[in-house]
C-alpha cells in the first residue's frame, strides 16, 4: 500500500514539474522561426478546415506558444536546450558507403571541378593551380555567392581537406575522407564548418526554404553515390503525366489550327 | 499519348498527354501491348497511399516492345519484346549484387520521404505515389523504363502477351511469398487471400513442394478458381467457417507451418478486431487494417514463419507481437526482389509448369480503365484481374 502511494506521489510530482518547468530551453532565432510558422500553419489550417485542418491548426497553435513562452515541452523531455548561447558557426558531418574504391572515390573529388556534377547548389569550381580554386554557389532567393579556397592538406586515397581564403564571403572548411570497408565498399565522411551569412537564423530560413546544409550534404553524398555506382544520377523531372495534359491539348488545338 | 492518371481519390481518367522521352542514358522507351490493373492500385484508388498527386500515370504491370534507347544501354535493341519489372533497380549498388533488388539504394529519385518515415529507402517503383520516387506507370500507351540495361526481360517468340504479362509483378510476388517460407517435406502452407497474388502463392507452394496448401477468402468465386486449378488445394471460407478450427482441424492440430498474408492494408472481417480497424483508419487514428495478419499470427504453429507479401504502408494498431514472440516466429515480407525471380519463372512458363492466364478475368481497352477500376473495387467475386490493351 505504501509502495503505490509513494508511487501515486511521483507521479504527482512529475506532472507537476511538466506543468511548471518554464524555463526558456528554446533559442531567440528558434522562437521566432516557431512563432511565424505556427502562425502560418493556424492560418492555414483554419482555412482548410474539417479533421486535417484541424490537426493543423492544433499543430501551429504548439507552435505559436513555443515561440511565444520559448519553452518546448518535447525538448525539456529529451534534455534538449537550443537556447544556450551557440556561436554562428554550422558544423555539418555526414557519411555515406560507396561500393568503389577508395582511389577510384578520391580521384574523382580530388579534381574539384566535377563537384559541381553532385553538388547542386554549386554552379562552377575552376582549379585555379596545385592549391588554390575559385567556388561559385548558388545562394537563397536566386543570388550567388564565391569565394576562394585552398587545399589545406591531402593524404592520397585517404583525405582531402581545405579551407576559403581570407576575406571570404562565406568563411568556410571542410574535410572529406576515405575510409575502406571490410566488404561494403568505402566509407565516405564529410566535415563542413561554415558560417552563415545571418549567422544561425540565416540556416533556420534556409532549411525552411529546403536550403539547409545538412540536408543539402546528405543529399550531395546521395547523389555522389549514385553517379559513381551507375554513372548517372536518377531524375523524373520533366518526365510526362496528366498535370501537363492541358498543356498538350493546347499544343495539338494549335498545330491543327496552323494545319 | 493516352494515359490513365489517378486525379484523387476515386478519380482516374484516361488523359492525353505528351509522349515521354529519354531522360537519362541508361533508359528505354516502351510502346505497351498489355499492361494490367494491380490489386495494389486499388490501395491507390481508394486512398490508402500518400504522396500521390493528381495527374500522376498509374500502372506497375505491363510489357511491350523496346522503340527508343539511351546511349547506354547496349543488351536491348529496338523491336525487342520485353517484361518490365515493377521494382527499377540499378544493378550495382550493394543491394542488388546481394539479389536484394527491391533495396536498391540507387533508383528512388525521391528518398526523403521514406527516409522519414523508414529510416532509409527502397527502390523506386513504377506508377506508385512519389514517396516511391514518382515515376510515370505503364497504364499508357508508351512509358519511359530507367535502368533499361538491367529490369526488362527478353520475351521469346512464340509465347503471348497474356503468358508472361504478370511476371512483371503478381507471378513473381507469389512466388516469393511461398519461398520465403521455406517449405520442408510435409509442410502445411495456410495462405490468405484469393486475389491474383494469393492464386500465384498456391501454385507456387504447390511446386516448391507442400504437402498441403489452404486457402482462405470469403470471395466464393475466387475460391472455386483456385479449386479447378489445384487437385489438392483445401479452402476456408471465413464468411462461414471459423479459420483458427478448420485449420487445425485440416492439420491435425499442429497449426500450420507457414502462413502467407496475400491481403495487406485493406483487410476485410467482421470480428471485433476488424470492425475496430475500419473505425481507426476512417478516423485516421491508423493507416492500415490487419486483421488478417493478426488471424495468421494467431493460426501460425510454434516456430513456424510467416511471409508477408500484401502491402503494409504506415501504422499498425494491436499488432499481436505477444503471440509472434511467444511461438518464436519467423517474419519474412517486402516488395519483391523482382530481378531475381524473372529468368526462372519464364522459363517454368515456357516448360508448361505454369499458365498464367488462369487469373485473367477481363481483357478491355485502355480507354475503358476508369470503369474498370470502379468494377474491380466494388465486385471482387468476379473482377479478378484485368488487363488493358493501349493500341
Not at chain 1, 547542386?120 to 554557389?137: G, Q, Y
Not at chain 2, 497474356?162 to 495462405?191: H, K, M, R, W
Not at chain 2, 507442400?210 to 476456408?236: F, G, M, P, S
Request: proline share 4%; hydrophobic share 35%; charged share 25%.
Amino acid at each position: 500500500m505504501q509502495e503505490i502511494n509513494k508511487k501515486q506521489e511521483s507521479n504527482t510530482k512529475e506532472i507537476t514539474n511538466f506543468l511548471t518547468d518554464m524555463k526558456q530551453n528554446v533559442g531567440d532565432d528558434e522562437r521566432l522561426v516557431s512563432a511565424i510558422a505556427g502562425a502560418g500553419l493556424v492560418t492555414y489550417g483554419i482555412s482548410k478546415g474539417g479533421l486535417l485542418g484541424t490537426a493543423l491548426s492544433l499543430v501551429g497553435g504548439g507552435l505559436v506558444y513555443r515561440g511565444a513562452t520559448g519553452h518546448c515541452h518535447l525538448y525539456s523531455a529529451v534534455d534538449k536546450n537550443t537556447a544556450a548561447p551557440s556561436q554562428t558557426r554550422v558544423h555539418v558531418q555526414k557519411s555515406v558507403t560507396i561500393d568503389k574504391s577508395q582511389a577510384e572515390l578520391y580521384q574523382f573529388w580530388r579534381n574539384f571541378e566535377n563537384l559541381p556534377q553532385f553538388m547542386n547548389h554549386l554552379e562552377s569550381v575552376t582549379v585555379l593551380d596545385d592549391k588554390r580554386s575559385h567556388w561559385k554557389a548558388k545562394a537563397p532567393l536566386g543570388t550567388s555567392v564565391e569565394w576562394e579556397a585552398e587545399a589545406t592538406g591531402e593524404v592520397e586515397n585517404e583525405r582531402i581537406s581545405w579551407h576559403s581564403v581570407e576575406g571570404s564571403e562565406i568563411p568556410n572548411s571542410g574535410v572529406v575522407e576515405f575510409r575502406p570497408t571490410t566488404n561494403r565498399g568505402t566509407e565516405v565522411r564529410v566535415t563542413l564548418t561554415y558560417e552563415p551569412p545571418a549567422g544561425k537564423l540565416g540556416s533556420w530560413i534556409a532549411w525552411l526554404f529546403g536550403e539547409e546544409p545538412s540536408q543539402q550534404v546528405a543529399e550531395d553524398l546521395r547523389r555522389f553515390k549514385s553517379l559513381m555506382e551507375t554513372g548517372l544520377i536518377m531524375k523524373v523531372e520533366g518526365q510526362t503525366s496528366g498535370r501537363i495534359a492541358e498543356v498538350a491539348e493546347e499544343k495539338s488545338k494549335v498545330k491543327t489550327a496552323s494545319a | 499519348m493516352k494515359a490513365v492518371c489517378w486525379m484523387g481519390k476515386h478519380n482516374v481518367s484516361v488523359e492525353n498527354v505528351p509522349d515521354p522521352s529519354i531522360l537519362n542514358s541508361r533508359d528505354a522507351i516502351i510502346k505497351i501491348t498489355s499492361t494490367a490493373i494491380c490489386g495494389s492500385d486499388l490501395h491507390l484508388y481508394n486512398g490508402f497511399i500518400p504522396t500521390m498527386e493528381q495527374g500522376d500515370i498509374l500502372g506497375h504491370e505491363f510489357m511491350g516492345e523496346v522503340v527508343e534507347l539511351g546511349s547506354s544501354v547496349t543488351n536491348l535493341k529496338k523491336g525487342d519484346r520485353v517484361v518490365v519489372p515493377f521494382t527499377i533497380a540499378c544493378g550495382s549498388c550493394f543491394f542488388c549484387k546481394k539479389d536484394l533488388w527491391s533495396a536498391c539504394d540507387n533508383s528512388n529519385p525521391k528518398p526523403t520521404a521514406q527516409e522519414t518515415v523508414y529510416g532509409f529507402t527502397g527502390s523506386g517503383l513504377f506508377g506508385f505515389s512519389h514517396m516511391m520516387g514518382g515515376f510515370a506507370g505503364g497504364q499508357a500507351e508508351y512509358v519511359r523504363v530507367p535502368f533499361a540495361d538491367v529490369g526488362p526481360l527478353k520475351i521469346p517468340d512464340g509465347l503471348e502477351d497474356e503468358q508472361v504479362l504478370f511476371l512483371s509483378d503478381i507471378f513473381p510476388t507469389g512466388y516469393q511469398a511461398a519461398e520465403n517460407c521455406n517449405i520442408q517435406e510435409g509442410d502445411t502452407v495456410a495462405i490468405w487471400g484469393a486475389g491474383p497474388v494469393g492464386q500465384f502463392a498456391v501454385k507456387s507452394a504447390f511446386m516448391l513442394g507442400a504437402e498441403k496448401v489452404v486457402l482462405i477468402d470469403h470471395y466464393n468465386d475466387r475460391l472455386e478458381l483456385a479449386q479447378k486449378e489445384n487437385e489438392n488445394l483445401e479452402t476456408i471460407n471465413f464468411d462461414n467457417e471459423d479459420v483458427y478450427t478448420k485449420l487445425l482441424d485440416l492439420t491435425g492440430g499442429r497449426g500450420p507451418d507457414s502462413c502467407i498474408d496475400a491481403v495487406g492494408l485493406e483487410s476485410h472481417g467482421s470480428s471485433p478486431d476488424a470492425l475496430l480497424d475500419y473505425a481507426k483508419a476512417a478516423v485516421f487514428l491508423a493507416t492500415d487494417r490487419l486483421h488478417a495478419l493478426r488471424q495468421a499470427i494467431y493460426c501460425c504453429r510454434k516456430g513456424g514463419t510467416v511471409s508477408i507479401p500484401g502491402v503494409y504502408g504506415g501504422f499498425l494498431d494491436k499488432f499481436p507481437l505477444g503471440a509472434a514472440f511467444g511461438k518464436g516466429l519467423t517474419f519474412k515480407m517486402g516488395q519483391t526482389n523482382m530481378h531475381s525471380y524473372m529468368p526462372r519463372l519464364l522459363e517454368a512458363i515456357q516448360e508448361d509448369k505454369i499458365d498464367p492466364r488462369f487469373v485473367i478475368s477481363h481483357r478491355l481497352n485502355l480507354s475503358e480503365a476508369p470503369m474498370a477500376y470502379d468494377q474491380f473495387n466494388k465486385e471482387k467475386d468476379t473482377w479478378r484481374k484485368v488487363v488493358l490493351k493501349p493500341h
